[in-house]
């Protein structure tokens, strides 16, 4: 069995869409910073009544004039099934509570608990070591004076030593 081609197969049109404009759609999504995968812009945009500015965070000055503060609804009375957008967007910001993130901060605040304790002990230690050095200084410092007061130098007995017994009001007899 033989077959032939019909056309060449540049001349076959590809289903789906052309790289091109997939290439296009990509690069575009990434100069906003989203997916091409994403839902397209007008799916999450609230109505334009709301929002006048595509991201209200990030405005250009000629967009400044298209804000407006965001005005309370009166309340209406709604089913408990349909949350409004305020609750949609309070649960997206409260991060999911994960067990382990959870002993691991209590691990960790546990640890820093002991550290804390540690490093006011040894300040505590380090304080009452300085106490004890600064009462040794002034027991030197009291001998020193004791010392300067009364002191005679030995070069000084050996060559004049009845003068020492004699600035001490001391004899010779007294002595021995």
Known sequence: MKITPIANPSSIPQ????????????VAAFNKGASSYDKPAEAHQQPTEQMPVQDANNISPEEISAVRAQTQAPETTQTLDTPTPVEVEAKEETPAKNPELTKQ?????????????KAQKQSQELKVREDALKAQEAAVLA??????QGYVSKDRLKSDPLSVLAEADMSYDELT
């Not at 289903?15 to 990509?26: F, L, N």
């Not at 901060?105 to 304790?117: S, V, Y």
């Open 105 to 117: 901060f209590a691990e960790l605040a546990r640890q820093e608990r002991i550290l804390r304790a």
């Open 143 to 148: 001998r020193s004076k004791e010392y300067e």
């Open 15 to 26: 289903q789906g869409t052309p790289e091109s404009v997939r290439t296009a759609k990509a």
